[in-house]
């Protein structure tokens, strides 16, 4: 903790520093443990903590569940649940991504394949834009062509096998 506590005061001499965590739910009790103990420390310096983790793989008996509950009682944790998209969000998404709306169809596919999960929608489009299933018609809307199966982006079937690594047989 003394070394990050060095290394932080020294950057924010230069100005405010931001430490992105990503996937919280997969540290270890040290590590959120250390996180924690820097944030008293850190409370008159411009610096912040933003993290992310998935609270449906944070289970009751999951050390960051303890962590959190440290951190609300000193009012140094602010959540921001993030809900999935819905089929206007996704329509918005696609629109600002490729400059062209996407038809309904389109829309309510990737909504029912992803549950509106952003990542999810993301690779998802992508993937379908990479194989050449979405077209443009002649009125410039994006709309899936015939396919026989859905595609599943490779990352995405990766973080679907470390998940089900967890789970017994």
Do not use: C
Request: no cysteine; aromatic share 10%; charged share 25%.
């Amino acid at each position: 903790v003394h070394v990050f506590k060095r290394i932080i005061a020294k950057l924010t001499l230069k100005g405010p520093v931001v430490w992105i965590i990503e996937d919280l739910q997969w540290s270890d009790t040290s590590s959120l443990e250390m996180i924690a103990n820097l944030l008293p420390f850190t409370k008159e310096l411009p610096f912040g903590i933003w993290a992310t983790y998935r609270d449906e793989s944070v289970a009751r008996e999951h050390p960051l569940r303890k962590i959190r509950a440290k951190l609300r009682r000193h009012h140094w944790f602010s959540e921001i649940r993030l809900l999935p998209f819905t089929e206007k969000e996704i329509f918005d998404f696609i629109t600002k991504k490729y400059s062209l709306h996407p038809d309904s169809h389109l829309t309510s596919t990737l909504h029912y394949q992803t549950g509106g999960l952003p990542l999810l929608v993301n690779e998802i489009a992508d993937t379908l834009h990479k194989k050449n299933l979405i077209g443009v018609n002649g009125d410039n809307v994006l709309y899936l062509k015939q396919v026989d199966h859905f595609p599943i982006p490779e990352n995405i079937r990766d973080l679907a096998i470390l998940q089900m690594d967890g789970l017994s047989s």
